[in-house]
């Protein structure tokens, strides 16, 4: 009697902790939750929880918490998706996951010193249908990511300004995260993230390459077999069983300077090539960026193509206070010139895009405007770029900071990481911040005008302090500038402020109460 009951309960608990009996949803979905509170965790492996499921989409919440402190950090599929945390006796906490199943199964592990784990649920989602707009989702590294200025001044990714080349009958959606290679991106549940997110008709860009070969970090490290086993079967072809189309590209390419033959060298060959073979073997959509990028920083000069990368002087970047100089990520305008290169192939590589497209920017106000000209040479070299909506608006008036900050961008004067209390009135939430904190660091804006509004003194200042940056940047002659600087005096005490037309060597003046954007250079 005594062991028919000791076999009863066993068999119970096994029952309870396995939780077998589905809940069926009224839409048909899988839907299930299993009670863990009786489930001992092993000293090594924690909770396991594996279970077959139908093919599809789905969330898992994972809840943990009990009656004593909680040491907990989850894993689904083998990746690490929640980071070791701790919870006070008596506190609970879920963690919602999206997962795509692995091999038709889903598995959880919940590891850590006391994981109390006393819930899984597994539910499905339901098929999305077409959206109204298309989305493009960027999976990548650091390169493409998007940074907060507030902490990495001036850390840009290409994916972060990537929306500036499309209309507004697309969807930009920048995923990339710095540090990740294709397995660490997949095993963070990032990957997962956007294909139970995406629609049919969206389109996904797949770029990596970068960090995939770090052999001393296993969490990033794969080898190039399974890499291209991972791009092919997951990247690729969980997004085309979506409905999606999967755009491989090969990773950005470095600024690396070949002395021996005077020009930017190959990078990330490592990489590259397989993702080539990839592209070639399964005909999926690619833009071989590292080649598009490299070919088009050897049509450039060496110090223009370096100027866009993040190398930093000193005080200029807020995480690498003391300079970097760093030829793999990228300032704004690197970041800018790459995702023009990348926008300027769609057309031939996935042309189905292409009208989404801006196209060359063009300003719909300046047709036959006396500086016409000037303002498109300024704006292809980054010195302006008007107002919005197509328009430059060349009549319209200058703050100080504007005038500021196309005045430094065209003498090569970098701006500075903001920092709290140094910088008079501006807050980190002011576009202008950097500019007017690297034109303070400078001595740029003299002591006097700190207290005051001597617009003249900022102008005078900034050509009195870049005599050789001007030189170089503006093409002028020693005599020319010291023609041109006691002119710029002469009519500061005028109250007017002179400009320089390049084109025509024509003096230009505009009284500061309404200067023109146009002729700044």
């Known amino acids: 009697m005594k062991i028919r009951k000791i076999i009863s309960a066993i068999l119970t608990m096994s029952v309870m902790s396995a939780c077998i009996i589905p809940i069926a949803k009224a839409d048909g979905l899988y839907s299930e939750k299993f009670d863990m509170t009786k489930v001992k965790a092993d000293k090594t492996d924690g909770v396991t929880k594996e279970v077959e499921v139908p093919d599809g989409d789905y969330t898992v919440t994972v809840t943990t918490g009990g009656k004593t402190e909680t040491n907990a950090n989850i894993y689904i599929n083998g990746g690490e998706r929640v980071r070791a945390y701790t919870l006070e006796a008596g506190e609970t906490q879920e963690n919602e996951q999206p997962v795509v199943p692995k ?137 085309e069983k979506r409905g999606g189309t999967p755009v491989l590209m090969t990773a950005n390419a470095a600024a690396w300077w070949d002395e021996e033959n005077n020009c930017f060298m190959e990078s990330r060959k490592d990489y590259a090539d397989p993702t080539r073979e ?10 071989d960026e590292n080649k598009i990028v490299t070919d088009a920083w050897n049509s450039m000069s060496k110090n223009r193509v370096l100027s866009g990368y993040f190398i930093c002087e000193p005080l200029e970047s807020k995480a690498y206070p003391s300079g970097t100089n760093d030829t793999t990520h990228m300032k704004a305008k690197g970041a800018k010139r790459v995702a023009k290169l990348i926008a300027d ?5 996935v042309p189905e895009l292409a009208k989404y497209l801006k196209g060359d920017e063009t300003f719909t106000d300046i047709q036959g405007h006396w500086a016409e000209d000037v303002i498109k040479t300024l704006a292809e070299n980054d010195k302006v770029s008007g107002v919005g909506d197509g328009k430059f608006n060349p009549d319209g008036t200058v703050t100080r900071a504007e005038f500021l900050k196309m005045a430094m961008d065209s003498l090569g004067i970098v701006g500075h990481a903001y920092r709290d209390g140094e910088c008079l009135d501006a807050t980190n939430d002011d576009w202008y911040c950097y500019y007017l904190q690297g034109a303070l660091d400078k001595d740029i804006i003299p002591e006097e005008m700190r207290k005051t509004t001597a617009f003249q003194k900022v ?22 500038y010291d023609d041109h600087r006691n002119h710029c005096q002469e009519c500061c005490s005028k109250d007017q402020i002179p400009l320089l037309n390049i084109r025509t060597n024509k003096r230009l003046y505009s009284n500061r109460k309404s200067l023109n954007l146009t002729i700044l250079s």
């Open 103 to 239: 091999n038709g199964k889903i598995t959880v592990q919940v590891k850590g010193d006391n994981p109390n784990v006393t819930e899984i649920e597994i539910e499905q989602l339901p098929t999305r249908e077409k959206a109204e707009k298309p989305t493009i989702y960027i999976a990548g590294d650091s390169t493409a990511q998007t940074y907060n200025y507030t902490k990495v001044y001036p850390q840009t990714g290409w994916g972060q300004v990537f929306a500036d080349y499309f209309n507004d009958d697309i969807i930009i959606e920048n995923r990339a995260m710095g540090g990740r290679s294709s397995k660490s991106y997949d095993n963070d549940g990032r990957l997962d993230r956007i294909l139970t997110e995406m629609h049919p008709g969206d389109y996904v860009f797949i770029q990596f390459g970068i960090n995939d070969g770090a052999e001393n970090k296993p969490e990033r490290y794969i080898s190039v077999e399974d890499y291209k086993k991972l791009i092919t079967d997951k990247y690729i072809g969980e997004v």
């Open 278 to 287: 990839i592209a070639e073997e399964t005909g999926c959509k690619f833009i």
């Open 459 to 480: 102008f005078a200042s900034l050509f009195n302090s870049t005599l050789n940056h001007t030189i170089h940047n503006l093409l002028l002659s020693k005599q020319e």
């Open 345 to 349: 192939a769609i057309p031939e590589n």
